[in-house]
């Protein structure tokens, strides 16, 4: 029984490498530059979570952008974003993405299906709020993240 209460706590990390498994610092789509920024932000438990923020290089009309941040399944991680990005970077919205504590190279042991993740997107909105760079947000999830995203409409930053 414990060993079954450990795979769904503490399931597989996904394993990468920021350098190899996530899109390029800079890249180009449809012919526009852009870039991701990788950032640290810290959740309420002190847990550090690694981000990464995919944006234009040169702003349209240097105004701030509509922001998707993709939230991952269990046993996933940011890189399971590349495909939102390409798909929503083309249309002037940038993409947030993040591995939740327990999760890829984040810190903290434990997933939690949704229960302490949702205290991690709304570290990551409150990062995006303080940055100025960002007009409205929305969610993507997936899985767990989907979860997550539910469990966080309670949340008024939309």
């Known amino acids: 029984m414990e060993q079954l209460v450990n795979f769904i706590i503490r399931p597989p990390r996904a394993e990468y490498h920021p350098e190899h498994d996530l899109l390029d610092q800079e890249f180009m ?9 990788d950032v640290e932000v810290k959740n309420s438990r002190g847990d550090v979570l690694k981000c990464s923020h995919y944006v234009p290089i040169v702003s349209p009309e240097g105004k701030p952008l ?8 269990n046993s996933g991680c940011r890189a399971d974003a590349s495909e939102a990005a390409i798909i929503l970077l083309p249309s002037n919205i940038s993409v947030f993405t993040l591995d939740f504590s327990g999760s890829g190279l984040s810190g903290g ?3 939690t299906l949704g229960w302490n993740e ?9 990062f995006l709020r303080a940055d100025g760079n960002v007009s409205l947000i ?5 899985s767990m993240g989907a979860v997550t995203r539910f469990s966080s409409c309670t949340f008024t930053f939309l």
């Open 109 to 111: 042991e434990h997933v």
């Open 138 to 142: 929305g969610l993507w999830g997936r």
């Open 66 to 73: 509509p922001c998707v941040i993709y939230c991952h399944g």
């Open 118 to 126: 949702k205290d991690d997107l709304k570290a990551a909105v409150d």
């Open 29 to 37: 789509l449809k012919g526009k530059w852009y870039q991701r920024k």
